[in-house]
C-alpha cells in the first residue's frame, strides 16, 4: 500500500484541484474537496501504473504534516521498488 499526501487548491471557478507534490503529473479536479479526493485516487493508481510499465520506480512519499493523504491499495513499496 502507498499513500502520498495531497495539496487542495481551490481553482477561479469554484473547484478544487488535487495536486501531488511528490508526482507533479497527477493532477486532478473536483467540484469539491470530497470529489477531488476520490478523483485524485484514481489518478495516482493510474500515475504509479504508468511508471511501473516503464520500469520507473515511483518516488517516495513525503512526510507533509497536515495534508490529507491518498491511498492506494494496488501498489506497495516493496512491489513497486523491484527492477
Do not use: N, W
Not at 474537496?33 to 518516488?59: I, K, N, Y
Amino acid at each position: 500500500m502507498l499513500s502520498y499526501p495531497v495539496r487542495l487548491v481551490p481553482t477561479r471557478e469554484g473547484r478544487v484541484r488535487a495536486v501531488f507534490p511528490d508526482l507533479p503529473q497527477a493532477t486532478t479536479e473536483g467540484a469539491d474537496e470530497e470529489d477531488a479526493l476520490f478523483r485524485a485516487r484514481f489518478t495516482l493508481e493510474m500515475c504509479l501504473t504508468h511508471l511501473h510499465a516503464h520500469g520507473q520506480r515511483p518516488p517516495p512519499p513525503s512526510d507533509i504534516c497536515g495534508a490529507p493523504t491518498v491511498r492506494t491499495d494496488k501498489f506497495s513499496a516493496v512491489r513497486e521498488a523491484a527492477p
